[in-house]
């Protein structure tokens, strides 16, 4: 059987950028296992194709089960299925979330996760266009830029967010994340800069870096509760590969809380019923789900308002605010605003248009991962419980009653035509809370499931390895004990870069049980 120092599973945001950094060292061996392929599909690298990724080969394609609070919908829940992950479909955004986010993330008891402890691991990865800086880095490996050629209406909101009053903010990423402004994407050369092809395509010779696709991971191994090889199927058949180090699983938010209790780790009662053996009793995996929730409000263009190539269509301008009564220091409400028409079903509409979509970034709606069955190859059970709080209900009102109030002003002049959804004659709360139920889904920001902390429920310490066992560290946006406020792909890889940093200085020291547990 074939030794590795260390085994990464999942090419993704994270995954891309542990490979590279461990493999730096040319003593250390790595095997990179991804479940999806080569990201060799075309409209990976055309920005304003983003949108024609979803449910195809490349995607997961997974769909939660039905929401009890909004009529029984299933809601699509994308994730990349390919080198690069997520990073490879997404919507090129970079946004690295509210220096609180990470604050509060240390005040939960996780020391080292300040803003200005990772603020060096943001600027580690990143080479900004627009040069060094305080707040960006030109020396990493991920191209971040301004958006290439942005519609002339993505900047009428801008104006129209001005003339409300609201900050012109030229760097959600700088000195303050509130106010309007133009989004940074990741763009090299007009064309995606995903973490494959920013982290791993640069380094896929290195003779100590294997790169195994289309391997589908079955279960981690173990003797006792060391961690020692992994399980998997590639091209039909089962192979067991053992590792002298570390098993780091960075298969995202739905997968990892999924491979660990196919694994036995998770809650014992629950295992036991499904008939896995019980390595560890850790009860938060899988629990602590949370996701943006967004509603969109699309209207027609009395012009052609076309995006360019290097957009993502959906996403070039936005704003960052707070919801009336807010008291929170960070901003509950994002808006992202593109010069396409959002096609709702039942709302006709004439092809052409924009949209403004308003995104709760902290909605208190908390859901959970569990195991369709004990079969690896079933996708899992994804309980989002979108809108259980009514206040989270009553935010996304304010954000449709903000969104017209920005169409409204005189910048949208010459663009605006009828309102799609919900439509005009829509005024009331009552039926703007329907709409809300019948139309809100995720903008793919799925964290939390295997949650960092030292409380009863954490599946992680932080240093990120897995409480109960030996040899484990999960490295991917599921360890956020919070979500962030914002787009969640610049987390997580520079939560991948911190890592590569614990990694090494802390090896597989044994973490047995958790450092605190809470009453």
Known sequence: MTNYDYIVIGAGSAGCVVANRLTEDSETTVLLLEAGNRDTKPEIQIPVECLHLLGTEVDWAYFSEPEPYLNNRKIFCPRGKVLGGSSSINFLMYIRGNPHDYNHWQE???????????LPYFKKSEHSSRGASEYHGVDGELSVTDIISPAVVSQRLVDAAVALGYDDNPDFNGRQQEGTGLYQYTVKDGKRHSTAAAFLLPILKRPNLTTTTGA?????????????GVEYIH????HQVRVNQEVILSAGAFDSPKLLMLSGIGDAEYLQSLGISVVVDLPGVGQNLQDHVVVPVPYEAIQDVHPAITSNAIAEAGLFAHSEGNQEVTPDLQLIFGPILWQLPGYPNSGVGFTGLMILTHPE?????????????DAPMIRLNYLQNRSDVQK???????????????AFDEFRGREVAPGAEVTNDEALEAYVRETCGTVFHPVGTCKMGTDRMAVVDPELRVYGVEGLRVVDASIMPTLTTGNTNAPTIAIGEKAVDLIKATGCVSQQTHLAIAN
Request: hydrophobic share 35%; aromatic share 8%; charged share 25%.
């Open 108 to 118: 939960l008891g996780n020391p080292g996760w300040s803003y200005q402890d990772l």
């Open 216 to 228: 589908l991971v079955t279960r981690l191994l173990f003797e006792g509760t060391r961690t020692v």
């Open 235 to 238: 091209e039909g058949t089962l």
């Open 365 to 377: 709606n908390i859901g959970s991962v569990k195991l369709r069955s004990p079969d690896p190859k």
């Open 396 to 410: 996304l009102i304010e954000g449709i009653k903000l969104i017209r109030k920005l169409f409204q002003t005189s």
